[in-house]
C-alpha cells in the first residue's frame, strides 16, 4: 500500500470512522461509485473512514495504494496525481482530495478523471459544505460524514478523563469538529499545568461567576467591561478566549431580556430569574448530563408560553445552562487529573 500524505496524527480519534459509509461500502463493493463526495465539517473523520475502508480491502487480500490531498495542493501534486491515477495496475487505488484546498485550476485539471474515473479508481472528495460543481454531483455518490456527538464524548471520557459536563460543552461548542477539539483540548491541558496553582486565575472567573448570579445587582456595561478585560488579559489561551468570549456573547443576549418588558410579562421567565440559585446549586450538586438538564428545562418552560416565544427564549435558555456549566469547566481545569499526553 502506498500512502501520501499531509495530515497531522489526530490520536485521540484516530479510531473513530463513519461507519455508515463503511458499511455501505463492504456491502456495496465492487459495485461502489468510484466518484463519492463525503460533506462534513471534519477532515480527520472522513480520512479515518477511508483508511478504515483501505484495511478492509487489504484484509480481502486486495493489493491497494492510497494517496491523500488535504493541505497546499500544488499544481505539481496534481500533476503526480493524475500520473499515479493513470498508471496502469492491477490494484485498487483510492484517491481522497480535500475540494475546499483546491484552487479552480487544479480542479479543471483533475474535472474529467474526477467524473470518468479509471475502473480500478475511487475518488474520495471531501468538502465541508454544499457549494460543488453540477457536473461533479451529478454523477457521484454523495454522503454527510458527521461524527457522531456521543462517540466524541464518549472518547473524551475516556481516553482524557474529562468529566460528563466538559466533554459535552467541548463538542457542541466547536461543533464536532475532530481538528479544533483536539486542538482546544491539547491548549486545555498544556495552559491548565501552567496556571493550576494561578489563584488570580480561579478568583477572576469565580467573581465573574458570582456576579453573574446577582444580574439585577449589576448593569450591562460593567458585564461587558469586564468580559472584555479577561478577554485581553487571556488572549494568549485558547481555551478562556472560547469560555470567555461565549460568557460576553451570554450576558449581551441575556441584559436584553432583562431590560426589555419580558421580565415582568412572562411568567416563565420570572421562574427562571427567581429559582436561578437554586437551578445553580441542583446542577453542581448531582452528575446528570447537560443535554437532560436543558431538555428538562425546556419541558417545564414550555407550559408558561405559548410557540412564538418559546422559540425567542431558546436561545438564552441554552445560554444560561452553558454559563453553568463553564464553573464545572473551571473545576476541572484546576483539579481534573487528565490522563492524555501532549
Known amino acids: 500500500m502506498l500512502l501520501k500524505e499531509n495530515n497531522k496524527n489526530y490520536t485521540i480519534f484516530e479510531n473513530l470512522y463513519d461507519k455508515e459509509l463503511f458499511n455501505y461500502f463492504i456491502n456495496n463493493f465492487p459495485n461502489f461509485n468510484r466518484t463519492v463526495v463525503l460533506f462534513g465539517n471534519s477532515l480527520i473523520y472522513k ?19 492510497m494517496i491523500i490531498l488535504d493541505n497546499n495542493v500544488s499544481i505539481d501534486k496534481i500533476r503526480y496525481l493524475l500520473n499515479f491515477v493513470n498508471l496502469r495496475s492491477q490494484d485498487i487505488k483510492l484517491v481522497f482530495i ?24 475511487l475518488f474520495f472528495l471531501a468538502k465541508s459544505n454544499y457549494f460543488i460543481l453540477p457536473t461533479i454531483l451529478s454523477r457521484a455518490s454523495k ?43 491539547s491548549n486545555f491541558i498544556n495552559t491548565s499545568k501552567k496556571v493550576k496553582n494561578t489563584l488570580e486565575i480561579n478568583e477572576d472567573f469565580y467573581n465573574l461567576f458570582l456576579m ?4 439585577k445587582e449589576y448593569n450591562i456595561n460593567t458585564f461587558i467591561d469586564i468580559s472584555e478585560l479577561f478577554y485581553k488579559k487571556y488572549e494568549s489561551f485558547y481555551t478562556f478566549k472560547i469560555i470567555v468570549k461565549f460568557i460576553s456573547l451570554f450576558f449581551r443576549d441575556i441584559f436584553i431580556s432583562f431590560y426589555n418588558d419580558y421580565l415582568n410579562q412572562k411568567i416563565f421567565f420570572k421562574m427562571v430569574y427567581k429559582d436561578w440559585e437554586n437551578y445553580i446549586l441542583n446542577f453542581k450538586l448531582d452528575n446528570t448530563s447537560f443535554l437532560i438538564k436543558v431538555s428538562d428545562f425546556f419541558n417545564k418552560l414550555s407550559i408558561f408560553n405559548n410557540k412564538q416565544n418559546y422559540q425567542k427564549f431558546n436561545k438564552r435558555i441554552l445560554y444560561s445552562f452553558l454559563i453553568l456549566s463553564i464553573y464545572e469547566i473551571l473545576k476541572d481545569f484546576y483539579y481534573g487529573n487528565y490522563k492524555y499526553n501532549y
Open 47 to 65: 480520512i479515518n473512514t477511508i483508511k478504515k475502508i483501505d484495511n478492509y480491502l487489504n484484509s480481502l487480500n486486495i493489493s491497494t495504494e
Open 98 to 121: 480535500d475540494l475546499d484546498v483546491l484552487n479552480i485550476y487544479s480542479l479543471n485539471a483533475i474535472l474529467k478523471t474526477i467524473e470518468e474515473p479509471p475502473s480500478n479508481v
Open 143 to 185: 454522503f454527510n460524514v458527521i461524527p457522531k456527538t456521543e462517540e466524541i464524548i464518549n472518547l473524551l471520557i475516556k481516553k482524557i478523563n474529562l468529566s460528563l459536563v466538559l466533554a459535552e460543552f467541548i463538542s457542541f461548542g466547536l461543533n464536532n469538529s475532530l481538528e479544533d477539539i483536539e486542538y482546544f483540548i
Open 212 to 215: 453573574f448570579l446577582n444580574l
